[in-house]
């Protein structure tokens, strides 16, 4: 095992979104390849923003997708907890060792005077205020006021807030492992709150401490957190961490289906199509807005292999032609080199075209124990086998798990619905004896095999001089109703000779009928 050290640092604010699934991927990912560890901590410093479930949300979803993480929340470690709230003490004890190096300081504005100040800011032109090294001089804080001041206010219980002094006129430069250097000149950044009124730390202080305690080597997260890096290259630098600071990876932002902006929540009803791994809230219960309600991947009938492959590739590539990729394979090919600095769109065909290969190339009893439950709720009493074998027939078709049994109900009962349309082109007054003979003649096959009866129908046609195109689509609309699906061999096969008889019978009959 080497010292490479990775982590996912999801918020429990809600159904974790498919790019935090990316990020999660690439992170074990770039672990398994190195032989590190990945943990999964939980940040939920913003306790107005937690949602009850999204953390069992996001292990379930994880677990789905088959990239558990090896330490961390719900799994357990050294470094335990791994709960952010569970590590309070930690941050306010970091917290006031900036405060006494001097790289933090406290700050006892009230909401009011902020606002005041904010105010004044703002009818000298200035309506970007931020609280920096232009105004820390001017607010009620520790470097403002006397010591004694300082610790009467403390005292008295006053709410105070802590912030990172940040250093005037410097430029804070890293080399992110995606994008190169990248620098941030001091002024553009203000002086972050660390700790807040609350008592709780805030996602820049916390991330840091953790990072730092838990030992991470290499943060990949997205992009929507580079401009926050100035910032955490300062905090480590006043804590005095700089040697073991990690390296950053940002990742490449998912746009929409149409490539224009950024993929959001909402594009999932828009588009018709899942953004979230699994279904929210869970337990299929619908709330009363769309908007915090939706199917997800697992419930559209994805296959998490197809989904972890399609996911892979948004924002990197191999840089060969291969497309398909198990996830043994992503482990190995993968590099955090070649992951691409621009946007990634989020291509549902290309999703929909995955699910289709893994549909396609997996077991048939797998298959099989997947869509047991769908076939149970449509009231199908079938065998593993017999249901391995729909699926086997069918799977070259799917696009979705449950188009194994919805768009097979004619193999597991009669015909329900016949497509009368191409039985009016295809059935003639003189059609019935020809057809009863080939019935007669199918029926007295020694074996009722694909194969054998294939030849069967071949020797037929050609001793009475019949073409494929007379007879094929009859039987495909005896046996099925409609003109789509498997071969009528295998589908002849599946049934048996009895329901094969019976079902051409019934046809026969239901087709004179239609013309007269
Ligand atoms: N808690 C942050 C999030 O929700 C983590 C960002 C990071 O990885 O640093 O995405």
Redesign the pocket.
């Known amino acids: 095992m080497s010292n490479i050290r990775v982590r996912f640092?999801?918020?429990p604010t809600g159904a974790l979104h498919i790019g935090g699934v990316r990020t999660a991927l690439y992170n074990y990912l770039f672990a398994k390849k190195h032989g590190g560890t990945f943990v999964l901590r939980i940040?939920d410093t913003d306790q107005g923003r937690y949602v009850p479930g999204a953390e069992e949300y996001i292990l379930e979803s994880l677990g789905w997708c088959g990239i558990m993480p090896t330490e961390g929340q719900g799994i357990g470690g050294p470094h335990a907890p791994y709960r952010q709230s569970e590590r309070k003490e930690t941050y306010l004890k970091h917290a006031l060792e900036l405060v006494a190096n001097g790289s933090a300081y406290y700050a006892f504005d009230t909401p009011e005077e902020l606002e005041a100040a904010r105010s004044e800011a703002a009818a000298a032109g200035n309506h970007n205020f931020k609280y920096d090294a232009t105004c820390r001089q001017v607010m009620k804080t520790s470097l403002t006021l006397s010591a004694d001041e300082v610790q009467r206010l403390l005292d008295a219980g006053e709410h105070y807030v802590i912030r990172l002094k940040v250093p005037e006129n410097e430029v804070v430069t890293f080399t992110d492992l995606i994008r190169g250097e990248v620098s941030f000149h001091t002024s553009e950044l203000d002086d972050k709150v660390l700790m807040k009124s609350d008592g709780m730390p805030t996602?820049h202080l916390a991330?840091i401490v953790d990072d730092h305690l838990m030992e991470i080597t290499h943060?990949i997260?997205?992009e929507e957190?580079l401009p926050s890096t100035g910032h955490h290259v300062l905090l480590y630098r006043a804590f005095g961490w700089e040697a073991t600071m990690p390296q950053f990876s940002h990742l490449p932002l998912i746009l929409r289906p149409d490539g224009k902006g950024k993929l959001s929540k909402r594009d999932g009803a828009k588009f018709g199509m899942p953004v979230f791994p699994l279904s929210w809230p869970q337990g299929g219960k619908k709330t009363e807005t769309a908007e915090d309600s939706f199917e997800g991947f697992r419930e559209f009938g994805f296959l998490p292999q197809a989904v972890i492959n399609f996911l892979a590739f948004l924002g990197w590539n191999p840089g060969t032609e291969q497309e398909i990729f198990s996830l043994e394979e992503l482990c190995e090919a993968f590099s955090l080199e070649k992951i691409s600095k621009s946007g990634a769109r989020f291509d549902y065909d290309k999703a929909k075209w995955y699910n289709q290969q893994y549909l396609h190339a997996a077991a048939d009893a797998d298959l099989a124990a997947h869509v047991r439950p769908l076939a149970e709720a449509k009231g199908y009493q079938v065998s593993d086998e017999y249901l391995a074998k729909v699926c086997h027939l069918m799977k070259g078709r799917a696009t979705f798990l449950p188009d194994l049994v919805e768009q097979s109900a004619y193999l597991f009962g009669d015909v329900q619905v016949f497509d009368n349309e191409n039985i009016a082109k295809r059935w003639k007054p003189e059609s019935r004896p020809v057809f009863e003979a080939l019935a007669e003649h199918l029926k007295a096959q020694p074996a009722f095999v694909a194969a054998p009866l294939e030849e069967a129908v071949k020797a037929f046609m050609a001793d009475r001089g019949l073409k494929p195109g007379e007879v094929m689509p009859v039987l495909r609309l005896s046996l099925a109703g409609t003109m789509q699906g498997p071969g009528v061999y295998e589908m002849m096969e599946l049934l048996g000779n009895d329901r094969t008889m019976d079902r051409l019978e019934k046809a026969f009959g239901y087709f004179d009928a239609q013309m007269a």
């Open positions: 640092a999801p918020s940040e996602y991330n943060v997260r997205g957190w």
